[in-house]
């Protein structure tokens, strides 16, 4: 059976850890094609982001035209964007799909897990203006929340911790966001994905919680133990 396709629009991660890595790991272990394009490389370890190269507004541009002319994409999920004029881009993009528009998941990714601060008051005007309008689901942690002044949106799910307790929690976000994306994708309504996607990233926690790797937060789990694939 030919799978859904999901679209990942992000920055890379060279750790593995969150970002594009993440989101395609998760759609690949949740039973979804996986596409992506690139907003900015960085240079990421456990420890946190030592550069971030943003990806220019025209080549994100381009990349979209790639995936959404030729795939039939069912959902589109967004990570780190880098740069206001990214997010204006999807955002045209978008409202621009003829027939029915892909569904819209925004992780406004806002700090790194490792403290790093990765979108600015420009950047936050531009989610409110441009995405969060469009948005099916918006995916912010209570950081996030907080630093977007609580907005009121029908599509809201704030990202808690779960019950696992261990420092390998570097890309739970981007893990949760990609697995809702997943389940949307195969039609789950939004309560149910909602409800799978913490599942799905308190399992891997679990595979994760005692793993040495890096010299910080380590990674979330993107292995699938024997027997626990969906």
Known sequence: MTPPVV?????TDSGGGAGIAADLATFAALGV???CVVT???AQDTRGIRAIHPVPAEVVAAQLDAVLDDLPVAVVKTGVLATPAAV???STRLRSCSGTRPLLVVDPVLRASTGATLAGPAMIAAYEEHLFPIADVVTPNEDEL??????DHPGLLVTRGGAVVTTNDHGTGCTYSSALA??????ADLGTAADAAAAFVAQQLLV???WQLGRGRGPVAHTIPEGARP
């Open 7 to 11: 679209l990942t629009v992000a920055a």
């Open 33 to 35: 094609h996986g596409a």
């Open 40 to 42: 900015a490389v960085t």
């Open 88 to 90: 204006v881009c999807l």
């Open 146 to 151: 907080e630093a977007l002044g609580r907005p």
């Open 182 to 187: 997943a389940h949307l994708a195969h039609g």
């Open 208 to 210: 994760s919680q005692d």
